[in-house]
């Protein structure tokens, strides 16, 4: 009686475990699909326009499309003036006056503190401006875009708890390391250290970067081309205790935001991470890419 007992409280503490992650992962896919949808998203991308001192004008071409100019028109919306450290816009004073636009006559948008801010708006237009490899470009977003209505949700595998692994947090200090981006651009990123863990008694590494102050990694596995994106997929880790310990779990890996546009500038798996064996865990690619 007594064993019986003891097998069914263990039984209900791993029930619990598997509703409680079954519970945060259905939090999770819900927060990446609001994520894609938002404002700042990816969904609504329509554009990324490279801006130069000299190629500066932005300049409306038609009733559907932007476009990047050396020279002015009549259909010239604003300017883009780049400084030393930074990006500024600045309204003509037409469309100012003939939208009644209330903004500041300048605006700054690069750098900024956080993710989409910076932002200037026009009609159903908004645009910010990124640095990729010294280039500055406008991300331009449609906040009408067609996609929007069409967004079908995220396909994931279902939760496995197989593919949360203990691992330990090897640091590095003073490391960085080159990664090419999808526009074949070559991007410095910080080093953060390596994760160590092992999958079916096999020992692997990846390495991690500093993103936003998180660990990040960028991963490729057997399963890319396949059932998952084919460049490969994302994933936070936690930080590690003061022991060094922390979790992997790959049923949190994620595509990157260019299985959604074709407007991103997504870093590819650096060859250490490029895994040799399939990972069914986590986003799969979505439909017709």
């Not at 102050?213 to 936070?236: A, C, H, W």
Request: charged residues 20%.
């Amino acid at each position: 009686m007594k064993q019986k007992l003891i097998l069914l409280l263990v039984c209900l503490v791993q029930g619990s475990v598997v509703l409680g992650q079954n519970s945060e992962f259905d939090q999770w896919k819900q927060g990446r699909n609001e994520e894609l949808l938002a404002e700042d998203g990816w969904v609504n991308l329509a554009g990324l326009l490279w801006i130069s001192r000299e190629n500066a004008f932005l300049n409306q071409v038609g009733k559907d499309s932007l476009a990047i100019s050396t020279r002015s028109n009549k259909h010239t919306i604003g300017a883009f003036q780049i400084e030393s450290d930074s990006v500024w816009f600045s309204f003509s004073p037409k469309v100012i006056k003939k939208n009644k636009l209330q903004t500041a006559a300048k605006v700054l948008q690069f750098p900024v503190e956080h993710y989409g801010e910076g932002g200037v708006y026009f009609d159903r237009w908004k645009w910010t401006v990124i640095n990729r490899g010294g280039q500055f470009a406008m991300r331009l977003r449609d906040l009408n875009h067609p996609a929007l209505a069409a967004f079908e949700p995220i396909v994931t595998y279902e939760y496995d708890s197989k593919w949360r692994l203990d691992a330990f947090f090897e640091p590095k200090f003073n490391e960085f390391i080159n990664i090419t981006n999808v526009m074949g651009q070559v991007i410095e990123w910080r080093v953060m250290g390596t994760l160590k863990f092992e999958v079916e008694g096999q020992k692997q590494e990846l390495i991690t970067l500093e993103d936003a102050g998180k660990l990040f990694v960028i991963f490729s596995d057997q399963t890319n081309g396949e059932s998952t994106y084919p460049s490969g997929r994302y994933m936070y880790v936690a930080f590690p205790d003061k022991k060094g310990n922390t979790t992997v779990d790959f049923n949190y890996a994620y595509n990157p935001p260019c299985a959604y546009t074709a407007f991103a500038t997504c870093p590819i798996p650096p060859k250490a991470n490029r895994l040799d064996f399939g990972i069914e865990a986590g986003e799969k690619s979505p439909e017709g890419h």
